[in-house]
């Protein structure tokens, strides 16, 4: 029942914006004003929120390392089979196989599972993804999008995106321990009521613009099917990296279940917004927003399964 009551509203808010594309209640101007407003001011304050209250312990350190250096190695895989497994996707493909989404689908589900208590395991490998769709991928985009880009200017480009300017104050925050003290004067309280009308609505407007582009066409399935396949295989390999690296974390079951849930998850719900540039017609939009849901499913039959035989 727990699953439901995650993935429900999920699927709902989907539906909500297939239905408006389809019968004309918001126009495409309006949904991409939507994702502007969630991709240049309220994923950033999200970033930094998450960044000032997380625990900056060893093990987050080198697991960040570790898997921000996997989903590079992911990318460049990708990037190698793209062409024959994606077709007319091929541009997409890569970055569609990078990250999971831990926020809006693990994280809930996670909970559900082991309480709010345990929720660092899943934001930990939330911050490597964060590093990643808004370092890597925009440098990545700009490469593509641009013909001649001079090193500079790109760089400049980067280092000044909100994203970035909310990794490092995040960061710069948390090592002062300017939360903490908070805490103490009791300002926390107004600063966690902010943080969390700004955050409260960033899921659903993303679900309402993925489901106002998914228009599923019978071409797709076979490239859909294709990329399915290779993300799960990539996704186990790194669960079993984990088994190799932190063996000492694997055994707690707590911590098990995190990662098994975490990289079943879609891939994050910032990269159609971050590579949307490099979509070519509705079509290329439409199979992002399908195999976003095809991940969504598979999130909830793992966490039936670990329900069922771990919990």
């Known amino acids: 029942m727990k699953a439901i009551e995650v ?30 407003l969630v991709f240049n001011i309220l994923f950033p304050l ?7 209250k997380a625990e900056l312990s060893t093990n987050f350190i080198f697991e960040i390392l570790f898997l921000d250096a996997a989903w590079i190695l992911i990318y460049l895989i990708g990037k190698s089979i793209a062409k024959p497994i994606s077709g007319r996707y091929a541009q997409l493909a890569p970055f569609l196989l990078m990250t999971c989404e831990g926020g809006s689908v693990a ?19 939330d911050v490597a993804g964060i590093l990643i769709n808004f370092g890597l991928v925009p440098a990545l985009i700009t490469r593509q999008t641009s013909k001649d880009v001079a090193f500079l200017p790109m760089a400049k480009r980067i280092l000044t995106a909100p994203f970035i300017i909310a990794v490092i104050v995040g960061i710069i925050v948390n090592l002062l321990g300017l939360y903490q ?39 797709q399935l076979k490239p859909l099917l294709a990329l399915t396949l290779v993300r799960l295989i990539l996704c186990g390999a790194i669960v079993c990296a984990f088994f190799l690296l932190f063996p000492e974390l694997m055994v707690m079951k707590i911590f098990l279940v ?10 994050g719900f910032p990269v159609p917004l971050q590579i949307e540039s490099l979509c070519k017609d509705e079509d290329h939009k439409s199979f992002m927003s399908a195999f976003i849901s095809i991940f969504i499913v598979v999130a909830m039959i793992v966490y039936t399964l670990i329900t069922l035989f771990l919990i």
């Open 7 to 36: 993935i429900f509203p999920v699927f709902f808010m989907m539906f909500l914006g297939w239905l408006s594309h389809r019968r004309r209640w918001v126009t495409i101007d309006q949904n991409e004003g939507a994702k502007s």
């Open 46 to 52: 999200l970033v930094f929120h998450v960044l000032v």
């Open 107 to 125: 994280l809930p589900l996670y909970i559900a599972l082991v309480g709010a208590g345990h929720a660092v395991n899943i934001i930990t490998f």
């Open 181 to 219: 003290w908070m805490t103490v004067s009791n300002i926390h309280k107004i600063y966690d009521s902010t943080m969390n009308l700004v955050m409260t609505p960033i899921a659903s407007i993303i679900l309402f613009t993925l489901g106002y582009g998914f228009h599923l066409r019978a071409a």
């Open 258 to 267: 995190g990662v098994l849930l975490y990289f079943a998850c879609p891939t």
